[in-house]
């Protein structure tokens, strides 16, 4: 994660006394990703990560991110649990910021995913569906296809600084995906960020999920098309239909996806492609001064949008119907 909220010693001290988790040896931020402040803390007890919260996140929304990596860690997912202080109270307060420390989990997330990582990640993705159907929290998913016309009316006008015609291309898809967005397909708890970063190995088998601070209720087969995004194309932007035949092809042996999931994949693909062009974009346009961070961009995703709006059917991924 980002480094935006400094901690002070002397505060740090004070929030560390309400646990029971040994002496400080030393407390690093972690420059990786781009939503919360995140600092390796090593202390006498163990590894773990301090997590101060930032601007995209809710403090209503902590009771079910924290409730829901306890409920997927007690049902076999590998994921991080809240730690909880003396007072058995998981969430404390830090530097002006809602706060928690987490479980370290040990594994390397891929930087240059090959086809046998994407099949660990589509199985360990079904499994965290499956996981996540008896969970009694609903939080709707607040970047979801509703949440993008409004999320790009605040980037609309600086949108072809970026990139010369994107503001009428980005119009003309929110139609085309209102058009079209299905509604009918089986939803319940999921992801909605498992990208590569996200996902940590051990010896190729995927050892840990982290990171479900965009977790919420949404399609099913939506989480699958972000997953589709974000581990099935090359870095030269090459859609790799060996990636994505493994990654889908593992996920249905363990949560089949019905025929309208599979049909419904392209318009899902286009939607979560402009998901993270539109946040990306946002973020691109305001890099907050001063921060350790470094805007991911946009344009990748624009591409990946363009792609999925030449799919006409979902042997074009790679699978049979
Ligand atoms: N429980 C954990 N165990 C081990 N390392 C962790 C854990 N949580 C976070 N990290 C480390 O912190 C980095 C950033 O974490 P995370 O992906 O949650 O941040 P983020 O700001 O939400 O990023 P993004 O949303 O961009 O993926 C990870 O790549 C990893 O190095
Ligand atoms: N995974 C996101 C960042 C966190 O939402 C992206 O790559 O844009």
């Known amino acids: 994660m980002a480094v935006y909220t400094e901690v002070a010693d002397e505060d740090l001290g004070r929030f560390l006394a309400r646990y029971d988790i040994g002496r400080v040896q030393s407390c690093k931020g972690i420059a990786e990703g781009v939503e919360n402040t995140n ?54 307060e830090l530097a002006g910021r809602p706060a928690v420390i987490v479980t370290f989990l040990e594994g390397m997330w891929p930087r240059r995913p090959a086809v046998s990582h994407c099949a660990e990640l589509g199985a360990a993705l079904a499994g965290l569906h499956l996981a996540g159907a008896d969970f009694s929290i609903p939080r709707r998913n607040a970047l979801g296809h509703a949440a993008w016309a409004p999320l790009f009316a605040q980037s609309r006008d600086r949108a072809d600084t970026v990139q010369d015609g994107l503001a009428a291309e980005v119009d003309e898809t929110l139609a085309v995906l209102d058009a079209s967005w299905p509604g009918d397909l089986p939803a319940g708890v999921i992801h909605a960020d498992l990208f590569p970063d996200n996902a940590f190995f051990l010896d190729d088998r995927l050892s840990g999920i982290i990171d479900f601070y965009f977790a919420c209720n949404d399609l099913y087969a939506y989480d699958v098309s972000v997953c589709l995004n974000a581990w099935c194309f090359e870095q030269d932007g090459a859609f790799n239909v060996t990636k994505a035949r493994a990654l889908i092809g593992a996920y249905r042996r363990v949560r089949p996806l019905s025929a309208g999931e599979l049909a419904a994949l392209p318009v899902l693909a286009r939607g979560s492609a402009l998901r993270f062009l539109l946040t990306r974009l946002h973020d691109w346009l305001r890099v907050p001064p001063g921060a350790l961070v470094v805007p991911k961009n946009p344009l990748e995703y624009l591409r990946k949008m363009r792609f999925h709006a030449g799919i006409a059917d979902v042997r074009d991924y790679g699978v049979e119907p």
């Open 39 to 92: 600092y390796l803390l090593q202390t006498t007890g163990g590894r773990f990560i301090l997590t101060l919260y930032e601007k995209r996140v809710d403090r209503a929304d902590l009771p079910f991110f924290l409730g829901l990596m306890q409920h997927l860690a007690a049902r076999g997912v590998n994921c991080p649990t809240p730690v909880l202080a003396k007072d058995g109270v998981a969430l404390g």
